[in-house]
């Protein structure tokens, strides 16, 4: 099981980015999938949260602004109205909601990406 963002880049203030989060395995698809964001200096935040039954919660600083989706193996974060203060290191996370063991040995409770950078500057 891995998942695998994509899609950040570098755009000016009020513009848009989608951020997909590409999961492999049956897991993906039925679990908790969240979307955090780490700056410099600053502690990784969680943004936004879809459940496998496709509720969704966002961040105060993000709400009306960003939207999480999902469709079988990817989950999306659509980025509108952008500032500067959304620049970060952006990471999926699958969230088991509980310890369990995967095939290749790990036991483990979530999978965390690699991150992609948005930065958002004019």
């Known amino acids: 099981v891995q998942v695998v963002e994509s899609g950040g880049g570098s755009v000016q203030p009020g513009g848009s980015l989608r951020l997909t989060c590409a999961g492999s395995?049956?897991?993906?698809?039925?679990?908790?999938v969240h979307w955090y964001r780490q700056s410099p200096g600053k502690q990784r935040e969680l943004v936004a949260t879809i459940t496998g039954g496709a509720k969704t919660r966002y961040a105060e600083s993000v709400q009306g602004r960003f939207t999480i989706s999902r469709d079988n193996t990817l989950v999306y974060l659509q980025m509108d109205s952008l500032k500067p203060e959304d620049t970060a290191v952006y990471y999926c996370n699958l969230d088991f909601g509980a310890i369990i063991a995967l095939s290749d040995g790990r036991n483990v409770r979530d999978i965390w990406g690699q991150g992609t950078q948005v930065t958002v500057s004019s």
């Open positions: 395995g049956p897991a993906f698809s039925i679990n908790t």
